[in-house]
Nanobody, 123 residues
Framework: QVQLVESGGGLVQAGGSLRLSCAAS????????MGWFRQAPGKDREFVAA????????RYAGSVKGRFTISRDNAKNTVYLQMNSLKPEDTAVYYCAAVMDVLPTIPGQYAYWGQGTQVTVSS
């Protein structure tokens, strides 16, 4: 089992920045690929970004490309999501997730999930 805990959410004005962290514990290994997803009230959970265990392959949703950056520090078992130029439409609960071998954009293909952290962007 892998446990994931997100942190770093909060309230920020439009145009501001936040950095989310996702700390992994339990049976962690560096070969887990990691993803960030978000879910706004009344909407489906949507893909935001993903990174392979080596950090060599990154994927981003079109809506965040150029504004968000995913990264990881395997020595700390932590994945980050740097969010810049935030917009009110980025308001959601943000989740990190882990999976082995593949780098999907579909939530159902991830094996482990954190509890989420709220990000609210005011206009």
């Amino acid at each position: 089992q892998v446990q994931l805990v997100e942190s770093g959410g909060g309230l920020v004005q439009a145009g501001g920045s936040l950095r989310l962290s996702c700390a992994a514990s339990g049976r962690t290994r560096n070969d887990y690929n990691m993803g960030w997803f978000r879910q706004a009230p009344g909407k489906d959970r949507e893909f935001v970004a993903a990174i392979t265990w080596s950090g060599g392959t990154l994927r981003y949703a079109g809506s965040v490309k150029g504004r968000f950056t995913i990264s990881r520090d395997n020595a700390k078992n932590t994945v980050y999501l740097q969010m810049n130029s935030l917009k009110p439409e980025d308001t959601a609960v943000y989740y990190c997730a882990a999976v082995m071998d593949v780098l999907p954009t579909i939530p159902g293909q991830y094996a482990y999930w954190g509890q989420g952290t709220q990000v609210t962007v005011s206009s």
